[in-house]
């Protein structure tokens, strides 16, 4: 597992984990896409009890869940190269379109230079490769005090904002 952190701590002890499509689902399982669609009457019970996470591909984008990802606790968003910005957009239209308040996780091939963009696009769980420093990763979300762009937590660009 990833060293697992949010916008404030390290998160030593989470309940989540990862199932596979052939597994039986318990709580707190991150499931695909594909079985999330194929079996959503089924599960939507264990979705509204908060106890059931969403995993996107990269090649997978938001409006696959659409209006259906709030019943969804947590929806994780890889990163499958660093250099591939598609989860950026998918997790701005989660939160702008579709207003998703859960938790947000980006994982796969995550780095520390990319958390302060990754949380302006709403993401608020980071799965760090293995390689990052936990510190540093948490410093990083002070990296800038000012920015001149809107985000997903302040739509006004600088000027407005004055």
């Not at 599960?43 to 869940?65: N, Y």
């Not at 979300?141 to 937590?153: G, H, K, L, N």
Request: charged share 25%.
């Amino acid at each position: 597992m990833a060293n697992l952190i949010n916008t404030e701590q390290h998160i030593e002890q989470d309940p989540w984990h990862w199932v596979d499509d052939e597994q039986a689902i318990d709580e707190f399982a991150i499931i695909s896409l594909e079985r999330w669609q194929a079996q959503q009457t089924e599960l939507k019970g264990q979705a509204l009890e908060h106890k059931l996470g969403v995993h996107l591909r990269s090649d997978q984008t938001a409006d696959q869940l659409g209006e259906d990802a709030h019943l969804l606790a947590l929806i994780s968003i890889d990163f499958p190269k660093f250099t591939d910005g598609r989860g950026y957009t998918t997790a701005r239209l989660l939160r702008q379109t579709y207003g998703y308040q859960g938790e947000l996780q980006a994982s796969g091939d995550v780095l520390i230079d990319q958390l302060f963009y990754m949380k302006r696009c709403g993401f608020n769980r980071f799965a760090l490769r293995e390689d990052q420093d936990i510190q540093d990763a948490l410093d990083a979300f002070a990296t800038f005090s000012v920015t001149y762009q809107s985000d997903v937590s302040d739509p006004r660009p600088l000027f407005r904002r004055r």
